[in-house]
């Protein structure tokens, strides 16, 4: 019995330390604009292999036609 309490002790610190510092970290703006520009090219980087990698492009059709090549 004693066990258990010091499991769900050691488990509630656990959730007290991380609720502060997920807390501490809060939700501030950077301070330059490298964060803003590394997000940007990332956001257009996924945006690109989207366009490039789509079942279209790849496969030259839609995704709803028929299977042509199945046996």
């Known amino acids: ?3 258990l309490g010091v499991l769900f002790g050691l488990l509630a610190a656990a959730v007290l330390a991380l609720i502060f510092v997920l ?3 809060g939700n501030g ?3 330059n604009a490298d964060g803003l ?3 940007q090219a990332r956001r257009l980087q996924a945006h ?3 366009v490039s990698y789509n079942a279209a ?3 030259s ?3 709803t036609t028929t299977d042509h090549y199945r046996p």
């Open 48 to 50: 690109n292999d989207r």
């Open 61 to 63: 059709s839609s995704p």
């Open 37 to 39: 520009l590394v997000e």
């Open 29 to 31: 703006s950077t301070e």
């Open 1 to 3: 019995m004693i066990e």
């Open 23 to 25: 807390l501490r970290r």
């Open 57 to 59: 492009s790849v496969r």
